[in-house]
C-alpha cells in the first residue's frame, strides 16, 4: 500500500509567532509591535550587509582621510553608522518607545515631540562585531527593550539604568550565510530564519536549549598574560583536557563576533567568555553591559544556559552608566557555574559564602522576572 505523504509542520511567520504570544498574554500588543518595526529595520541591515563591496559600505566612515569615531572611541565603519541609522529612523515614529539608545551614540535620546510616544525604551548595538564587516564574516544586531519607568514622558539616560532582569525583551539578528533573528520575551529563547524570497522571518526553531555539558570554549587567548588569576588557570585546566584535572578535552572557537559565538553556544552549546584583562580593567570590561551581556544573557537563561560576571549573576547588576562595561561569562550552565567556582575559590572564603547566599536567594527568587 503507498504510504501517506508525511506531513510538514505548517511554517510560522514572525507575525503569527507574535500574534499568537500576544494571545498567550506574553507581548503587549504595542510590543508586538515593536519587535515588528525592529525586525524590518534588521532585514534592511541585511540588505546592505549583503551588498558588501557592490553597495559601497565597506570600510570606515569619515570624511577627508578623518576616521569618524563613536563614544567608546572606536573608528566607526560605515555600516556601523548605516545600521544605526536605520534602526533610529525606523523606530522613531512609530508610537511603541518613549526612548532610545545605542551603543554608537553618547547619551540615550527622546522619541521627538512630533511623533507620539509609548511605554518602552529600546537599546541597542547596531552592528555588533564589525571588526568582521571587511572580511566578510558573520555581523549582527544585538537589542533590548525595558519599561519606561511610571510617570516617565521626556525619558533620559538615568531611567535607561536597570538590570537585565527588567529586561521585557531581548534578541539578536545575525547576518552569516543566513539571515537569522533569535528572540525572547522571557517565554523560551526561539529562532527565526529570512526567507529572502518572501521577505519574512520564519520560526525554525522553537525553544532553543543549550546542553548543560559542553567540551567548547570561545577566548580571545591573545589576551592570556593580560587576564587575572582565576581565568589563568580555568582556561589551563581546559588547555589541560584529559591528562589535567576536567578530565576531558576541550575544542577552542573564536569567530570575534559577538552574536556569531552566542549563536554558535546556542546552537550546541559551550561557553563564552570575554574576562577582564590587565588592559580593560580600568573600563570594568571589554563588552558593554547593556547593549551586549544583558540582552545574550537573557536569551541564553531563556534557552537553560547560564550568564555571569564571573563574580554575579550577570542579569542581577546594577548598571551605573549607559555605556558600562562587564566582563563576561555565558553559556552552558555547568560551566559558566565552574568558571564562576575558580574566581570564588581565588577571592577567598569571604566572597565564597556572600556568593553562597546569593545563589540561595537567587534559586528562591522568581527566575522569570518578565512580564508582557
Ligand atoms: P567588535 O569590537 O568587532 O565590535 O563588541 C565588541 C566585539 O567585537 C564583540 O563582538 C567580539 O566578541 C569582541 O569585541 C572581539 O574582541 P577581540 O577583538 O578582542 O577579539
Not at 189 to 199: C, K, Q, S, W
Not at 275 to 296: I, Q, S, T, V, W
Not at 303 to 318: C, I, W
Request: aromatic share 6%.
Amino acid at each position: 500500500m503507498p504510504s501517506l505523504p508525511q506531513r510538514t509542520a505548517p511554517s510560522i511567520s514572525l507575525t503569527q509567532f507574535l500574534i499568537e504570544a500576544q494571545r498567550a498574554g506574553h507581548v503587549s500588543p504595542d510590543l508586538r509591535l515593536l519587535i515588528e518595526v525592529v525586525a524590518r529595520a534588521c532585514k534592511r541591515i541585511s540588505i546592505a550587509v549583503g551588498k558588501g563591496a557592490l553597495g559601497g559600505v565597506l570600510g570606515e566612515a569619515g570624511t577627508d582621510g578623518e576616521a569618524s569615531m563613536n563614544i567608546q572611541g572606536e573608528a566607526q565603519k560605515k555600516l556601523d553608522v548605516i545600521a544605526n541609522d536605520v534602526l533610529m529612523e525606523a523606530n522613531a515614529w512609530g508610537g511603541h518607545l518613549a526612548g532610545l539608545a545605542s551603543e554608537e551614540m553618547d547619551h540615550s535620546q527622546p522619541i521627538p515631540d512630533v511623533y507620539p510616544r509609548g511605554n518602552y525604551l529600546l537599546l541597542f548595538d547596531p552592528l555588533d562585531g564589525s571588526s568582521n564587516i571587511d572580511v566578510n564574516i558573520s555581523v549582527g544586531t544585538i537589542f533590548s527593550v525595558l519599561r519606561c519607568p511610571d510617570g516617565v514622558t521626556t525619558p533620559c539616560d538615568e531611567n535607561f539604568l536597570q538590570p537585565g532582569t527588567a529586561q521585557v525583551c531581548a534578541g539578536y539578528t545575525t547576518y552569516g550565510p543566513s539571515t537569522m533573528l533569535v528572540l525572547t520575551v522571557g517565554h523560551g529563547t526561539h529562532a527565526f530564519t529570512l526567507d529572502r524570497e518572501i521577505g519574512s522571518f520564519m520560526l525554525t526553531t522553537r525553544d532553543m536549549r543549550i546542553p548543560g555539558e559542553t567540551r567548547e570554549f570561545a577566548v580571545n587567548m591573545s589576551n592570556q598574560r593580560f587576564w587575572e588569576a582565576p581565568m589563568q588557570e580555568y582556561v589551563g585546566d581546559l588547555l589541560a583536557g584529559s591528562e589535567g584535572p576536567r578530565g576531558k578535552d576541550f575544542n577552542m572557537r573564536w569567530v570575534a563576533s559577538m552574536v556569531a559565538d552566542v549563536h554558535r553556544i546556542l546552537t550546541r552549546g559551550g561557553i563564552f567568555s570575554y574576562p577582564l584583562d590587565r588592559k580593560c580593567a580600568a573600563k570594568g570590561g571589554k563588552l558593554r553591559l547593556m547593549y551586549e551581556a544583558n540582552p545574550m544573557s537573557l536569551l541564553v537563561e531563556q534557552a537553560g544556559g547560564a550568564a555571569s560576571t564571573g563574580r554575579q549573576r550577570m542579569l542581577e547588576v546594577q548598571p551605573t552608566g549607559l555605556h558600562q562595561r562587564v566582563p563576561v561569562f555565558l553559556g552552558s550552565r555547568r560551566e559558566v557555574e565552574t568558571a564562576v567556582e575558580y574566581h570564588r575559590r581565588h577571592d577567598g572564603p569571604e566572597a565564597e559564602a556572600r556568593s553562597n547566599a546569593n545563589a540561595n536567594a537567587n534559586a528562591n527568587a522568581n527566575a522569570n522576572a518578565i512580564g508582557a
